[in-house]
């Protein structure tokens, strides 16, 4: 199963014309396509991505908490999201996107189809997906009435009960599998969504000891990120 196909309709590439195309079809407003050998990526947003997210944002969350549901995945809130709620009961001033992690025993494609049907019936467009070895590692949506952000990572269980994810080109994310497999539910305005039980150990993995000291602006995830490696 390809789960490009219907999605990539230009010429694939990489390397350095990858970042000289990806600022030419920038301007343009066409998408950005890349491949390198097993790796695959899809990226297109109409509208700047770096804003921070408007105050409709709660109602998205639940939307697409809901429709994840409904999809019979298992998700949890995280990165920026959960930290927000976890140390301020609210999403991070200067967020840009909510963060779900999505966690399979073993991949299922038909769930995923699902998922991309259900978010489109409601608006929803996919703004960037990433494969590798045809399985989805990242998907991202986004709603352009609200310029609302879905970034979701898709982990998936390997040795040494650990969960990865490969949403990076010759990057790995890794955390013990024991953070996606016991979850609890928090409250965030009227409904309530899954978030990792050992929270606090999850958000000191990501973002160090210091975590619970807030930032003044959004830096690069890369920089800040306790369980990002390159790959050998």
Same mark, same amino acid.
């Given at each position: 199963?390809?789960?490009?196909?219907?999605?990539?309709?230009?010429?694939?590439?990489?390397?350095?014309?990858?970042?000289?195309?990806?600022?030419?079809?920038?301007?343009?407003?066409?998408?950005?396509?890349?491949?390198?050998?097993?790796?695959?990526?899809?990226? !297109?947003?109409?509208?700047? #991505?770096?804003?921070?997210?408007? %105050? /409709?944002?709660? *109602?998205?969350?639940?939307? @697409?908490?809901?429709?994840?549901?409904?999809?019979?995945?298992?998700?949890?809130?995280?990165?920026?999201?959960?930290?927000?709620?976890?140390?301020?009961?609210?999403?991070?001033?200067?967020?840009?996107?909510?963060?779900?992690?999505?966690?399979?025993?073993?991949?299922?494609?038909?769930?995923?189809?699902?998922?991309?049907?259900?978010?489109?019936?409601?608006?929803?467009?996919?703004?960037?997906?990433?494969?590798?070895? !045809?399985?989805?590692?990242? #998907?991202?949506?986004?709603?352009? %009435? /609200?310029?609302? *952000?879905?970034?979701?990572? @898709?982990?998936?269980?390997?040795?040494?009960?650990?969960?990865?994810?490969?949403?990076?080109?010759?990057?790995?994310?890794?955390?013990?599998?024991?953070?996606?497999?016991?979850?609890?539910?928090?409250?965030?305005?009227?409904?309530?969504?899954?978030?990792?039980?050992?929270?606090?150990?999850?958000?000191?993995?990501?973002?160090?000891?210091?975590?619970?000291?807030?930032?003044?602006?959004?830096?690069?995830?890369?920089? !800040?990120?306790?369980?990002?490696?390159?790959?050998?």
């Amino acid at each position: 199963m390809n789960i490009l196909k219907g999605i990539i309709e230009m010429e694939l590439f990489s390397g350095p014309k990858y970042m000289i195309k990806r600022f030419f079809f920038t301007l343009l407003g066409k998408p950005i396509i890349s491949k390198y050998k097993s790796y695959y990526e899809y990226h !297109n947003f109409p509208f700047d #991505i770096n804003q921070p997210m408007s %105050k /409709s944002a709660y *109602v998205n969350l639940k939307e @697409v908490a809901t429709i994840i549901n409904d999809c019979d995945l298992k998700y949890t809130i995280g990165w920026g999201t959960l930290l927000g709620h976890i140390r301020d009961n609210q999403f991070i001033e200067h967020d840009t996107d909510i963060d779900i992690d999505l966690s399979e025993d073993q991949y299922n494609p038909v769930k995923y189809k699902q998922l991309i049907s259900g978010m489109g019936v409601r608006g929803y467009k996919i703004g960037r997906i990433v494969t590798r070895y !045809n399985v989805i590692q990242q #998907i991202t949506f986004y709603e352009a %009435k /609200s310029k609302v *952000v879905i970034d979701i990572v @898709v982990w998936h269980d390997e040795q040494n009960d650990q969960s990865r994810s490969y949403c990076e080109r010759g990057q790995v994310l890794t955390l013990p599998s024991i953070i996606f497999s016991q979850r609890d539910t928090i409250n965030i305005n009227d409904f309530t969504v899954f978030a990792p039980t050992q929270a606090q150990d999850y958000l000191k993995m990501i973002y160090g000891p210091t975590w619970m000291t807030p930032l003044k602006v959004k830096a690069d995830w890369k920089e !800040n990120c306790g369980i990002l490696e390159k790959l050998e």
